[in-house]
């Protein structure tokens, strides 16, 4: 069931030219823009490639398919592809990739990846300014996640192992919308992706 690495390649490949909900970039521009910022930030291998893969459910899901059918740079992603309505139930997509990534990668990737939701939860509860810095995209998507932690919840998440690397990616995650923007091509990750494989 395990994807291999360029099996996961060719489906980041894939989402090229498909939105990444109602952001303004694509799937791959996201994915892209997520690792980098990891990178830059000098985070561990395996964090980079957990950056690059959190939204890996998403392209694995049932509405993984919509292209982008309009000219870049012109207003939001809602406005160039008025026919997506906003999700309606949690896609529940930080589970959807784990089991075709175990077995290719460890739980130091894999961890991450399953908390970056609970991560966003987390980080509305415990940090005043992070709720303000969400798009209006995972705003929506929060209150179908959950909604913010209690305070009983986010001491659960704290005890998690790599949950500070979740709340890290999640950061990450939020910045990664910016049309445009200039990353090292998938090749440069595919490389880390075979350098931390089990």
């Known amino acids: 069931m395990s994807l291999s690495i360029p099996e996961i390649v060719d489906l980041l490949n894939g989402r090229a030219h498909t939105w990444y909900g109602q952001e303004a970039v694509s799937q791959l521009e996201h ?13 561990s291998p395996e964090t980079i490639v957990a950056a690059l893969l959190h939204d890996l459910g998403h392209m ?47 739980d130091a990737v894999l961890e991450p990846i399953k ?24 705003k929506h998507s929060l209150v179908l996640q959950g909604g913010v932690h209690s305070p009983d919840q986010a001491s659960a998440f704290e005890a ?24 090292p091509g998938l090749n440069h990750y595919k490389q880390l992706m075979r350098a931390v494989a089990l």
């Open 115 to 138: 908390l970056h939701v609970e991560a966003k939860r987390y980080l509305c509860a415990t940090d005043s300014t992070y709720w303000e810095c969400l798009s209006p995209a995972s």
């Open 60 to 106: 694995l899901g049932a509405n993984s398919q919509r292209p982008i059918l309009a000219v870049r740079g012109e207003g939001d992603a809602k406005s160039q592809d008025p026919d997506q309505a906003r999700p309606t139930a949690d896609d529940l997509h930080q589970y959807i990739a784990l089991p075709f990534l175990r077995g290719v990668f460890g």
């Open 31 to 43: 994915a892209l823009q997520c690792a980098h910022l990891a990178e830059v930030a000098e985070e």
């Open 160 to 183: 998690l192992p790599f949950s500070d690397r979740a709340a890290r990616l999640r950061r990450y995650d939020d910045l990664a919308k910016a049309p445009g923007a200039k990353t």
